[in-house]
């Protein structure tokens, strides 16, 4: 075999095409305003610079002990929403994971690529694993698919939050890796991680960060939550002692949450903010103010959309076409590359 060159660990995309970005939503739990304000608005506000990547990813929920009606449903929620926010298929792939055979045959092919120790070595793994009496062999090896996923397009860049940082980097471990032995065939990827701003913390529990599968429905602003009960979630919100309004996510993370998320919603800076307000009582009303306003319209149109959901199904079958044709082929090269015979 002939290895071509091989690319940097910073490998830059080439300058025939634009930068290319990943991102995949899990359909466990409900997505929230810290989804919205740190992964999907920011693929709304991208796709004009960026080659765009957007997938559910409904392998990935089977990692752990799942109703598999829920998780069909919360597929169709989550495509519904990105759609309903702004996502547009005409200017950016937009597929579900299980509709695109050739992620979980790069999985396998990039297990073979990847030491057991990496693996097990994965903070997710060893955080999720003590909380299971059975753990799922998937629950292990997912990693390897979300580096499957992000190899077979191509991606330049991952946008992740801090906890899946170290999966990206198994991603470059193993493309790396992979075209090392076998020859090019992997872009290596990177990490890029949203603005601080757009951190958003548990409303019940401000250090810890707003999830959609461990929050209560008290502490996470959902993004199907009626007005009034976003605005109820904002004013019972734990706060910080004292009564000054003061951005200190050290020390004030109560109060510093409700600034970051005033901040995130109308494009402002947290420190700038927190001046122009009295009391505590004052910033929740801004804030629930501020939230509804931010998610009316994304209601609004998942409410259009979901009345009927056959364009939601032809968007999903159309853009699995667009990926299978571009999977396929990274697919072929893979296994060209790892010695595989050709059909």
Known sequence: MTTTALPRRDDAPSADRATRRLTGFTPSGVLHLGNYLGAIRPIVDGVDDTDTVVFISDLHALTIEHDPALVRRRTVEFATLLLAAGADPDRCLFLVQSHVPEHAELHYLLECATGYGEAQRMIQFREKSRRQEQIRVSL????????????????????????????????????????????????????????????????????????????????????????????????????????????????????????????????????????????????????????????????????????????????????????????????????????????
């Not at 993004?223 to 002692?241: G, Y």
């Open 140 to 343: 292990l090896t997912y990693p390897i698919l979300m580096a499957a996923d992000i190899l077979l397009y191509d991606a330049d860049e991952v946008p992740v939050g801090g906890d899946q940082s170290q999966h990206v980097e198994l991603a470059r471990d193993v493309a790396y890796r992979f075209n090392t032995r076998y020859g090019r065939t992997f872009v290596v990827p990177r990490a890029v991680h949203p603005p601080v701003a757009a951190r958003i913390m548990d409303l019940t529990s401000p250090t810890d960060k707003m999830s959609k599968s461990t929050s209560s429905a008290a502490g996470a602003l959902r993004l199907l939550d009626e007005p009034d009960a976003l605005r109820r979630k904002v004013m019972r919100a734990v706060t910080d002692t004292g009564t000054d309004v003061v951005y200190d996510p050290d020390h004030r993370p109560g109060v510093s949450n409700l600034l970051d998320i005033l901040a995130a919603c109308t494009a402002d800076d947290p420190r700038v903010l927190a001046p122009l307000f009295t009391s505590y009582g004052e910033l929740k009303r801004a804030v629930a103010d501020s939230v509804v306003a931010t998610l009316a319209p994304v209601r609004e149109r998942y409410a259009d959309l979901a009345a009927d959901p056959t364009y939601v199904r032809d968007v999903l079958r159309a853009g699995a076409a667009r990926a299978r044709d571009l999977a396929g082929a990274k697919v072929r090269a893979a296994k060209e590359a790892i010695g595989l015979l050709p059909a």
